[in-house]
């Protein structure tokens, strides 16, 4: 595959053999991280006999394109380095820059500042090369993997509560995955469909997930300190980050929007029947949220999550799932409302207004992790322990 004019391959002659894997490696302003990065993820290869290269996909500002280039000279494997003077697509542009161009297509993509250890790149080979896997994730979340790393418990919460989001939002292509976060991760390039991607933020394997339907497997690790430098992460990164994710799944969530809408409006329509009709407020309200409630089930079912159903549970599960929370959110919603009104100040409609935007939110992250969520295949613990006690009960005995 031929390189862009701005590659720069410094890449040791002497190193004959093709490389098996490619790491991918997007920069900004990391020069301090590079020559432990280099050193750990060689010492690594070695240990495990896997023959890789690295490629540097750089945006920096700094001085971290001589500073590849300088470690790439005594190098005891491949480094490569593509500096973009204008970079295209952030963080997941160099990412896909640097797949296209890799020489292999196993690629891993992991960060620069060492809280990807380089050491997992031998487990994270091993588990793909069971076969079963299109990509490998490295999670923070599965198994014995922590997030110690994140700077400060806000961090962490924000990271909790981002990733939740992104499962709710494709609960289906990430139902496997517990850090669609993460930005430690193989992918088997000749399964990656790259006309289809439009990167546009730094969360790369969340691009890739939401658009195409892949086999995916993870392995845990513990997301580390950084070696050197400063943390990227900034509100503005979150704002991007929330756009991105409004951009892949605009369309359910903006139906269920839609949905909820139409539900308003005619609970005001039957309320205002009602009441014309002599029925008094309060049986005409709770008919009204009634009939909604249920009209608002049977719509999600039809146009929003049409194709889970086949996965969740039956529909009489789904149905009460569905009414059960949502009588219990308009329980909960009403007399916040009177305390935002009463104790707040806030006027009525702009205390009904914030509640409802939260309801929306709650709604949608219920029927997405639960009413719609995929069914366990396994037996419950419960369930087998049952099932034992009656296996033995009918099991012929010694008097």
Known sequence: MSLPSDARDVRREEDALPPAVTIVVPTFNEAPNIAELVRRTTAAARAGGLKVEIVFVDDSTDDTPAVVRDVAATAEIPVRLIHRDEPAGGL????????????????????GDLQHPPEKILELVARYERGDADIVVASRYAGGGTSHGLAGRIRVLVSRLSTTVTRAMFPMRMRAITDPMTGFFLVDRSRVDFESLHPRGFKILLEILSRQQLRTA??????????????????????????????LRFGKMSLFAVIGGLGAVANIAIVWAMTQLGIGYLVSAIVAAEVTII?????????VFREMRSEASGFWSRFAKSVSFNNAELLIRIPIVALMVESWHITAVVATAITLVVAFFARFLFHALVVYAPRRTGRSALRRFAEEVDDQAMSPGEL
């Open 218 to 247: 993870e392995i845990d690790f513990d997301f580390a300190d950084r070696y050197a430098g400063q943390s990227k992460a900034s509100f503005r990164q979150g704002i991007h980050f929330l756009l991105q994710l409004t951009y």
């Open 295 to 303: 009209a608002n089930f049977l719509l999600l079912e039809r146009f």
């Open 92 to 111: 997941g542009g160099a990412v896909v820059e640097g797949i296209r161009t890799a020489s292999t297509d196993v690629c891993i993509v992991m960060d």
